[in-house]
């Protein structure tokens, strides 16, 4: 059993910068690859970056390549993601979720936080 709890979020103007965190319980937590998601209002949730169990493979969405930097640190259960150059498109709410094997489809993860809220003020 993996519990997740994501924080970080906030308002933000655009071209600005935040780091969200996903802290994790459960000893088993550093043989998940670990996925965020974000939905948007009105919007399906949708892939936006996720990192292997190892943090030596990452998957990004399109959308946040170059923007966006997914890391973890096992030793602490938290993995991080950097947004960077942020847009008023990614205001969403931001989820974490855990995963046997890295994957960009949600049906792939077994864990999922509450999620956070990133709003971008143009």
């Known amino acids: 059993q993996v519990q997740l709890v994501e924080s970080g979020g906030g308002l933000v103007q655009a071209g600005g910068s935040l780091r969200l965190s996903c802290a994790a319980s459960?000893?088993?937590?550093?043989?998940?690859?670990v996925g965020w998601f974000r939905q948007a209002p009105g919007k399906e949730r949708e892939f936006v970056v996720a990192v292997s169990w190892s943090g030596g493979a990452t998957f990004h969405a399109d959308s946040v390549k170059g923007r966006f930097t997914i890391s973890r640190d096992n030793a602490e259960n938290t993995v991080y993601l950097q947004m960077n150059s942020l847009k008023p498109e990614d205001t969403a709410v931001y989820y974490c979720?855990?995963?046997?094997?890295?994957?960009?489809?949600?049906?792939?993860?077994?864990?999922w936080g509450q999620g956070t809220q990133v709003t971008v003020s143009s």
């Open positions: 459960g000893r088993t937590f550093s043989s998940y690859a």
């Open positions: 979720a855990a995963a046997r094997h890295l994957a960009r489809t949600q049906s792939s993860y077994d864990y």
